[in-house]
Antibody, heavy 120, light 108 residues
Framework: QVQLQESGPGLVKPSQTLSLTCTVSGGSISSGAYYWSWIRQHPGEGLEWIAYIYYSGGTYYNPSLESRVTISVDTSENQFSLKLSSVTAADTAVYYC????????????WGQGTLVTVSS | EIVMTQSPATLSVSPGERVTLSCRASHSVSSSLAWYQQKPGQAPRLLIYGASTRATGIPARFSGSGSGTEFTLTISSLQSEDFALYYCQQYNNWPPLTFGGGTKVEIK
């Protein structure tokens, strides 16, 4: 059973960089069959896809966030990471990591989510 | 960007009732449409993909239909554990992958 677990600071100051890591267990990121995504949910709102990465490093970003987002992968640790720069209060959200297959980009496994609050 | 619109925003229903949720895409997404269920404090759970294929372990009372721009999720007989938020997501035209705004199914 694949499991994903987000980790990182729950509080980030405005203008700083939000950094989160997703650790995958029960399966290998390097299997080549999946894309690995970050998705966020503002409090009381819907879901917003941020970016995804393939094990080889290929990436796709949401154009609305692309200028501030970097997604990376560490196959040796079976992890992938998110960096979001120049954060504001509008970046306060629950951040999820999730898996989708390369054949169809719906999300079949999700992490539990981690709340990141942007505040001074 | 494909905009996904769900209706209604809230649905008040009684246990045992049949429920139909709608999702509309701003442009055709073929059958590349997924449905998720989200309960408070939990991550979304995949219910349906390919517009009509139930994910592993999803009860048969959940069914999906539609193609192109109009989709529906039907719950044939609402159980107490089905009161939740439901989201649709298109994966035909990306980036970005986009979700609908959600429909809340609440107890009447």
């Amino acid at each position: 059973q694949v499991q994903l677990q987000e980790s990182g600071p729950g509080l980030v100051k405005p203008s700083q960089t939000l950094s989160l890591t997703c650790t995958v267990s029960g399966g290998s990121i390097s299997s080549g069959a999946y894309y690995w995504s970050w998705i966020r949910q503002h409090p009381g709102e819907g879901l917003e896809w941020i970016a995804y990465i393939y094990y080889s490093g290929g990436t796709y970003y949401n154009p609305s966030l692309e200028s501030r987002v970097t997604i990376s992968v560490d196959t040796s640790e079976n992890q992938f990471s998110l960096k979001l720069s120049s954060v504001t209060a509008a970046d306060t959200a629950v951040y999820y990591c999730a898996r989708s297959s390369i054949g169809a980009r719906y999300f079949d496994y999700w992490g539990q989510g981690t709340l990141v609050t942007v505040s001074s | 960007e494909i905009v996904m619109t769900q209706s209604p925003a809230t649905l008040s229903v009684s246990p045992g009732e049949r429920v139909t949720l709608s999702c509309r895409a701003s442009h055709s997404v073929s059958s590349s449409l997924a449905w998720y269920q989200q309960k408070p404090g939990q991550a979304p759970r995949l219910l349906i993909y390919g517009a009509s294929t139930r994910a592993t372990g999803i009860p048969a009372r959940f069914s999906g239909s539609g193609s192109g721009t109009e989709f529906t999720l039907t719950i044939s007989s609402l159980q107490s554990e089905d009161f939740a938020l439901y989201y649709c997501q298109q994966y035909n035209n990306w980036p970005p992958l986009t979700f609908g705004g959600g429909t809340k199914v609440e107890i009447k």
